[in-house]
């Protein structure tokens, strides 16, 4: 009897900070899911990553991107406008993760095609409940 090996999806994380992409991929871990996360820090990484251009030419297209507002060159609402302009990206599940709570910037994440919008909660059980909720459909847990 022969297995075939399921492949682990890969989620991509847009996220400057190291103290909250560190807790972010603990989350995934203790959420029980399955992925493996890369991560870049900022909006323009993200293109380059998504458009497999400069360093990231034999980067694989993630199931997922976990995106964070507030970035450095590009910001995460600019991201999603631009994914959300070219056929080959519009595709990608996004999930907002911020520490904005503006129903602006909800609205605008929405209308540009996010799947979910979590609020950074304020301590890692949350974080992980609801990393865990939004992810669920997209990655294997």
């Known amino acids: 009897m022969s297995t075939t090996a399921v492949p ?3 989620l991509l994380h847009v996220e400057d900070e190291d103290g909250a992409a560190f ?10 899911l399955s ?3 890369f991560r870049v820090s900022n909006g ?16 694989e297209r993630p199931q997922l991107m976990v995106l964070d507002l507030n970035l450095p060159k ?3 609402l600019s991201v ?4 959300r302009n070219d056929e080959s990206l519009r595709t990608i599940p996004v999930i907002v993760i911020s520490t904005s709570s503006r129903p602006a910037d909800k609205e605008k994440a929405f209308s540009l095609g996010a799947r979910h919008y979590i609020v950074k909660p304020d301590n890692f059980e949350k974080l992980t409940e609801q990393v865990k909720a939004a992810c669920a459909d997209f990655l294997v847990g």
Not at 25 to 30: F, I, S, T, Y
Not at 46 to 56: M, S
Not at 80 to 83: D, N, P
């Open 8 to 10: 682990v999806p890969m």
């Open 23 to 32: 807790l972010f991929r603990n989350a995934v871990r203790e959420a029980g």
């Open 35 to 37: 992925a493996i996360v």
């Open 44 to 59: 323009e990484e993200a293109l380059a990553f998504l458009r497999r251009a400069g360093p990231y030419a034999n980067a």
């Open 74 to 76: 590009i910001d995460g």
């Open 80 to 83: 999603l406008g631009r994914m």
